[in-house]
């Protein structure tokens, strides 16, 4: 005979820190018959705020994720506890967009084709024509909506309705070259990522590696970050560097930032699909 068939949820919730915390979810869990598989803890000695992340494992039949939610409710709210809870197997869908540069885009289309990068594709989105042909090569929609300088708000207006009929969990702007209204930033907030050159704030702006190579940096790095309303200051998810030797070229530089850029957004990316990301003000926890 076969084992019988488990499901898995992500238990993602932060509350005041206080006594028995643990004690009580873990308790809970055990009463129905699940198993933690996974487990993430911190306490915020400044803001004495608990912040957690479970991966629970059951038997389909015994825990459904609704019972799972109806029944969890008054445990949370003892604990004044701010909490979500997902189901582990279904993939989160994600829309990207981009403009010109094509690297970020290529590698993240890779990772999702060869299951790398579990998520659902329902299409791409670009203020530019240039990319269709690789997109559709990946046998994906690709939609162009232009962003005319004279009126951006029709543009985005377009991409928001895009966007919204596409119903992502999240977006990913691989390397977007249009700064997101706060309208929208503020619709899907803390569902949209960003990769940005660099740590921020440094070298902002236009020729980020031409400004680079005029300082004599050693270090060059890109982070990844959720999109907020002000300009590329939303809470940093994933950072990483490359160093830099004197002789290198801006040629050299921007083909070594691509290789940093890919990796940290496709680490960022993953981060956000599995739930291991919580928000604190303009900081993030990050169980990885």
Request: neutral net charge; aromatic residues 10%.
């Amino acid at each position: 005979m076969s084992d019988p068939e488990k499901v898995s949820f992500r238990l993602v919730a932060s509350c005041p820190d206080q006594a028995g915390i643990v004690a009580k979810v873990s308790g809970f869990i055990a009463s129905r018959n699940a198993s933690i598989v996974e487990a993430g803890q911190y306490e915020d000695p400044r803001t004495r705020t608990f912040f957690m992340r479970y991966v629970v494992s059951a038997l389909d039949h015994d825990f459904s994720l609704a019972a799972f939610s109806s029944e969890f409710e008054p445990v949370a709210k003892s604990l004044q506890m701010q909490w979500r809870i997902a189901n582990a197997s279904e993939k989160q869908r994600a829309v990207i967009l981009v403009s010109k540069f094509d690297h970020c885009l290529a590698y993240l289309l890779h990772r999702w084709r060869v299951g790398d990068l579990p998520f659902e594709l329902p299409c791409v989105i670009s203020n530019h024509d240039s990319l269709r042909n690789l997109v559709e090569w990946y046998d994906v929609p690709f939609h162009h909506i232009p962003i005319d300088k004279a009126n951006k708000q029709a543009g985005f207006q377009a991409t928001a309705d895009k966007i919204e009929e596409a119903a992502p969990d999240v977006i990913v702007l691989a390397r977007y070259m249009q700064i997101f209204p706060p309208w929208l930033c503020s619709k899907y907030r803390h569902r949209v990522i960003n990769i940005h050159h660099s740590f921020l704030p440094s070298f902002v702006g236009a020729r980020p590696y031409h400004q680079a190579e005029k300082r004599g940096v050693k270090l060059i790095g890109a982070t990844c970050h959720y999109v907020t309303e002000e300009l590329d200051a939303g809470p940093i998810i994933e950072q990483d560097i490359v160093r830099i030797k004197h002789n290198d070229t801006i040629a050299d530089m921007m083909r070594q930032g691509k290789d940093v850029e890919n990796r940290v957004l496709s680490i960022g990316l993953r981060y956000h699909l599995e739930d291991r990301i919580l928000v604190q003000g303009n900081k993030t926890i990050v169980f990885d």
